[in-house]
């Protein structure tokens, strides 16, 4: 078969394979998501420029539905065979941003690449990879408890992305693909004793984060009276 007709045959047995149920509920989101950036925005700008941040988030959108689009149209096994190049490269461009001269520093944050006009962070491409080395991981453990012969491929896979996020630092994706990898392991059959344990460990490691750092606590604590700081910790809650 010719690559033309295996193109067309895939082309053609494409809407057979959409999950129409997460079709629809990830539409579903994205809609209101536009009604919230809208409603969160109206009035916030000058006359005639209110509608800007609207459509820069349904610009967004369109850009995330064709590459979707184009990813799913990829067949599972070779996403498969990539996760195990693909995460080694998203820990490498982690590991770059730390390199001095190299990343762009943000409010004491490293975690962009400046690309001309753009910015890159490599963060939100490593929470991807992340899922799909996981669930690799998991499918090879088939048959066997995922923490027993594999449980050092798990764990380094989240501590090898977990280092140069807390050196730029990122808590929050850290927090993240920490959350992720849990809950992949827990519906592959992890044992509750290993996932209580590691959550146990990550809430320790939190409040340790918290603690030193004054500006974290005042962050956690701000939601008792966020128009205290409105402009400070308080911001995000005032705006909301």
Known sequence: MSTGDSLVRTLADYPARLD????????????????????????????????????????????????????????????????????????????????????????????????????????????????LYLAD???????????????????????RCSNPLLLQPDYGCTAVILITVLGMLFLAGTRLLYISSAVLTGLLALGVLILVSPYRLQRVISFLDPFADPYGSGYQLVQA
């Open 20 to 131: 129409k149920v997460l079709v629809v509920s990830v539409l579903s989101l994205l809609g209101f998501s536009a009604v919230m950036v809208f409603s969160a925005t109206l009035g916030t700008h000058g006359s005639g420029s209110s509608a800007v941040p609207l459509f820069k988030h349904l610009f967004s959108i369109c850009v995330g539905l064709a590459v979707a689009l184009l990813v799913s149209m990829v067949d599972i096994a070779v996403w498969q065979k990539l996760s195990r190049v693909l995460l080694p490269m998203g820990i490498l461009l982690l590991v770059l941003l730390l390199v001095p001269g190299v990343g762009r520093e943000v409010n004491g944050s490293t975690r962009w690449f400046p690309l001309g006009p753009l910015q890159f962070q490599p963060s939100e491409v490593v929470k991807v990879f992340v899922v």
């Open 137 to 159: 991981h998991c499918v090879r453990q088939s048959g066997r408890p995922v923490c027993s012969g594999g449980r050092w491929s798990s764990r380094c896979c989240f501590f």
